[in-house]
């Protein structure tokens, strides 16, 4: 049975789209059968991987109402292991759609969907919006776990109580399976004084829900974070993963850690 994971914070310009495209490429080439869903209106994921609104008649918003199948939206990227379902800025529409039509159980209609070709993968990775509206909240109801990007930046943590009360609802009503699989912070700069005082509230607050390199983790260079990396800025021009552009790069080797912590189930 595959793992569901949703990359969800609702604030934007955390991450989440670089976490989702990065952790689904990692671990497709540690030869893991993933697909990666972009449930973001914005459609970043997908145009990350080269593919534009020309390259595809039917995306993640006619699976949701129902006009196509999830498996007839799939795509396959230019990374062995690793599909796609698109996205398409029309996503904005499908929230106002449900409410009008009064969908039956509006919260699950993605979780259904998954359910028809789950079995086909070991990983299913969500990008979700920056917002916790109706498509956040059917990723989450899908999900078995989610990985929080926390940016290594001043008001880090702002809302992130919010996303957590929205978290602890999800699983006591629609989503009793839904765990915090860990917390990741991004745009680390060891130069920060700023990034540094960040991380260390991280530590302080969410040791044991950080991902570790090794078992048994304690000092601070055990545990995983994503650095600013100019690789990980250029690659998405490129239509590739930073894996594919650059596999050397501290952001490559960074989500590369994270991929393997995930296979190996690091954390804290």
Same mark, same amino acid.
Request: with cysteine; charged share 20%.
């Given at each position: 049975?595959?793992?569901?994971?949703?990359?969800?914070?609702?604030?934007?310009?955390?991450?989440?789209?670089?976490?989702?495209?990065?952790?689904?490429?990692?671990?497709?080439?540690?030869?893991?059968?993933?697909?990666?869903?972009?449930?973001?209106?914005?459609?970043?994921?997908?145009?990350?991987?080269?593919?534009?609104?020309?390259?595809?008649?039917?995306?993640?918003?006619?699976?949701?109402?129902?006009?196509?199948?999830?498996?007839?939206?799939?795509?396959?990227?230019?990374?062995?292991?690793?599909?796609?379902?698109?996205?398409?800025?029309?996503?904005?529409?499908?929230?106002?759609?449900?409410?009008?039509?009064?969908?039956?159980?509006?919260?699950?209609?993605?979780?259904?969907?998954?359910?028809?070709?789950?079995?086909?993968?070991?990983?299913?990775?969500?990008?979700?919006?920056?917002?916790?509206?109706?498509?956040?909240?059917?990723?989450?109801?899908?999900?078995?776990? #989610?990985?929080?990007?926390?940016?290594?930046?001043?008001?880090?943590?702002?809302?992130?109580?919010?996303?957590?009360?929205?978290?602890?609802?999800?699983?006591?009503?629609?989503?009793?399976?839904?765990?915090?699989?860990?917390?990741?912070?991004?745009?680390?700069?060891?130069?920060?004084?700023?990034?540094?005082?960040?991380?260390?509230?991280?530590?302080?607050?969410?040791?044991?829900?950080?991902?570790?390199?090794?078992?048994?983790?304690?000092?601070?260079?055990?545990?995983?974070?994503?650095?600013?990396? #100019?690789?990980?800025?250029?690659?998405?021009?490129?239509?590739?993963?930073?894996?594919?552009?650059? #596999?050397?790069?501290?952001?490559?080797?960074?989500?590369?850690?994270?991929?393997?912590?995930?296979?190996?189930?690091?954390?804290?």
């Amino acid at each position: 049975m595959s793992e569901i994971i949703t990359i969800a914070n609702q604030k934007g310009g955390v991450g989440k789209t670089t976490t989702a495209v990065n952790l689904a490429a990692s671990l497709a080439v540690a030869e893991k059968k993933v697909l990666l869903i972009d449930a973001d209106p914005q459609a970043n994921a997908t145009t990350h991987y080269g593919f534009h609104r020309n390259d595809y008649e039917y995306n993640i918003y006619h699976a949701l109402t129902g006009i196509k199948k999830l498996s007839d939206v799939v795509l396959q990227t230019s990374v062995a292991n690793l599909d796609i379902v698109p996205s398409n800025i029309g996503l904005v529409g499908v929230e106002k759609e449900f409410y009008d039509k009064d969908v039956e159980s509006r919260e699950l209609v993605l979780k259904k969907q998954i359910k028809t070709i789950q079995s086909k993968y070991d990983y299913i990775i969500i990008d979700s919006p920056p917002a916790l509206g109706l498509i956040t909240i059917n990723a989450l109801g899908a999900s078995n776990s #989610v990985i929080i990007p926390i940016q290594c930046e001043f008001f880090a943590l702002e809302g992130l109580a919010q996303l957590l009360n929205t978290i602890k609802l999800i699983k006591k009503t629609i989503n009793p399976k839904l765990n915090i699989k860990g917390f990741l912070p991004t745009m680390y700069s060891s130069a920060n004084n700023l990034s540094k005082q960040v991380y260390a509230d991280l530590m302080q607050h969410f040791k044991n829900k950080l991902f570790t390199l090794k078992e048994d983790a304690i000092s601070e260079e055990d545990f995983i974070y994503i650095p600013r990396n #100019v690789k990980l800025a250029e690659s998405p021009s490129f239509g590739k993963p930073v894996i594919m552009y650059d #596999v050397k790069s501290i952001g490559s080797i960074a989500y590369q850690n994270l991929a393997g912590a995930i296979v190996g189930a690091r954390v804290g």
